[in-house]
């Protein structure tokens, strides 16, 4: 029943056209999450998968949303552009890779990010899939916090704003007053007025 509605929802999502949804094990070593919001945040996420020389599609949804957040509070935000299984042929241990491509947007800036991550079978093909998936979004979660990292760096090594011309304006102005009413010497209101310009 689960894989009928799943199957349902993502060819209303456009997202299948044909082929069936595969299953993937509940995850079981991951762990890791980042606090990033996720675009498209879908826990009836499917990918296409390549196996066999055949294409059918794997949930995913369910690993992408344990670790990334849907909320609209957070700024920082990572935008998945492809995402896709496929199988290195037929050999005595298949290679399962999930290859991700996306965009991370932090700090005003936008970062592109690519992350992979392959499991061999024994005759475990479901759980090394599983595997692959968990791997990749591994990979993913280290290369955006290093990302993460630096946006914070930047943004505390980023210079003050500057004021606006009319906010110094208006701090020229009191000085002025100062001066005329006594409280401020001329050689205070040099300096207070270089302080300023130097900040405008």
Known sequence: MRLIVTTLLALLAGCVTEGTVKDLPPITSFSESVPV???????????????????????????????????????EVFTIKNAHMHDNGFSPRTMFTYKIEGELACGGKVYPIHAQGSRSTGSRVVLAKGQAVERALTSLVDTIEKYLSRCERMARQAPPPKRQALDVYDELLKLHELVEKGI??????????????ESS
């Open 37 to 75: 919001r996720l675009e498209p945040y879908d826990p009836y996420r499917v990918d296409p998968l390549r196996e066999e020389f055949e294409d059918h599609f794997i949930e995913t949804g369910p690993y992408w949303t344990l670790v990334f957040s849907e909320s609209e509070g957070i700024d």
């Open 184 to 197: 401020l010497t001329r050689a205070e209101f040099e300096t207070e007025k270089k302080k300023l310009l």
